[in-house]
């Protein structure tokens, strides 16, 4: 099993900034992907920005340019540093962990969620 603690949402105004993280632990495979998802009242949840199996990173093209995704591999940990925010950021931010066993079977983890919320 393996648990998320996130940390870092709040309350800011357009244009401001915010620093999200997330930790890993528990009992892992070497092999996963890790990255933020985001909720906003009344729609799906969607990427935000990932780092593949490979090291990769993926964003949801509404984000390009302002937010940015780090991580420490041996602290199994993540960030997400978010610039220029508008009230369209405005949303539950969720931690994901895809963990891959030695045959590629996925195991999928969530952290508890942290509201941003962008407003005057």
């Known amino acids: 099993q393996v648990q998320l603690e996130e940390s870092g949402g709040g309350l800011v105004q357009p244009g401001g900034s915010l620093r999200l993280s997330c930790a890993a632990s528990g009992s892992m495979f070497s092999n996963y992907a890790m990255g933020w998802y985001r909720q906003a009242p009344g729609k799906q949840r969607e990427l935000v920005a990932i780092f593949s199996r490979s090291g990769k990173t993926n964003y949801a093209e509404s984000v390009k340019g302002r937010f940015t995704i780090s991580r420490d591999n041996p602290k199994i940990t993540v960030d997400l540093q978010m610039n220029s925010l508008k009230p369209e950021d405005t949303a539950v931010y969720y931690c994901?962990?895809?963990?891959?066993?030695?045959?590629?079977?996925?195991?999928?983890?969530w952290g508890q969620g942290t509201q941003v919320t962008v407003s005057p």
């Open positions: 994901n962990l895809v963990d891959f066993n030695d045959y590629g079977r996925p195991y999928t983890y």
